[in-house]
């Protein structure tokens, strides 16, 4: 079964970049859409960023052009590079694994942007 680990979480200061890793166990890792999502207080869970296997990208509206989803699966890792970081960007982030009968998340990282 496919286990996803997030790191990378912190605070930060507006303007300020940061990048989140999502290492996932298991041999079929190539095979899996992978995203980013994020929960405000109060709020619902959002999509962030997705990267297909097909190797194609989308973003959320509010983080186009400041963010960048990447994955490298010799290493079974996918990546969010937060730059330009802004005080709304605050957020337990989660990594999400979506293939044939898998719908997996990670365990959250906590993202603080000071203003």
């Known amino acids: 079964q496919v286990q996803l680990v997030e790191s990378g979480g912190g605070l930060v200061q507006a303007g300020g970049s940061l990048r989140l890793s999502c290492a996932a166990s298991g041999s079929i890792f190539g095979s899996l859409n992978m995203g980013w999502y994020r929960q405000a207080p109060g709020k619902e869970r959002e999509l962030v960023a997705q990267?297909?296997?097909?190797?194609?990208?989308n973003y959320a509206d509010s983080v186009k052009g400041r963010f960048t989803i990447s994955r490298d699966n010799a290493k079974n890792t996918v990546y969010l590079q937060m730059d330009t970081l802004k005080p709304e960007d605050t957020a337990v982030y989660y990594c999400?694994?979506?293939?044939?009968?898998?719908?997996?998340w990670g365990q959250g990282t906590q993202v603080t942007v000071s203003s």
């Open positions: 990267a297909t296997s097909g190797g194609s990208t």
């Open positions: 999400n694994a979506k293939g044939r009968f898998i719908n997996i």
